[in-house]
């Protein structure tokens, strides 16, 4: 079991920057792959940026060169760092925590964990 808890959302004016966080807690942090989304009123859950556990990284285009993922295992946390906001990055944004394991025995087994999700709103 795996528990998460984002922070650092807020209200920003447009062109300004925030850094998200996400506490893990609960199994073992690094060996799961790590997700940021994001869901606007009326609009899909929309994938934002994932970095598996070995720190390979990956946007959606339309944050590409303005958010960066990172983490840091020692601490159990993900960080989402959003530069150069806009209007339309306004949404919650949650964390989101997967693996699957594997066996010679047994079926894949796929874990998949998420947050509570932080409000982040870019305004001027």
């Known amino acids: 079991q795996v528990q998460l808890v984002e922070s650092g959302g807020g209200l920003v004016q447009p062109g300004g920057s925030l850094r998200l966080s996400c506490a893990a807690s609960g199994s073992i942090f690094s060996m799961y792959d790590m997700n940021w989304y994001r869901q606007a009123p009326g609009k899909q859950r929309e994938l934002v940026a994932a970095?598996?556990?070995?720190?390979?990284?990956n946007y959606a285009d339309s944050v590409k060169g303005r958010f960066t993922i990172s983490r840091d295992n020692g601490q159990n946390t993900v960080y989402l760092q959003m530069n150069s906001l806009k209007p339309e990055d306004t949404a919650v944004y949650y964390c989101?925590?997967?693996?699957?394991?594997?066996?010679?025995?047994?079926?894949?087994?796929?874990?998949?964990?998420w947050g509570q999700g932080t409000q982040v709103t870019v305004s001027s």
């Open positions: 970095i598996t556990s070995g720190g390979s990284t």
């Open positions: 989101n925590a997967v693996r699957t394991v594997y066996s010679v025995y047994d079926p894949p087994k796929a874990y998949d964990y």
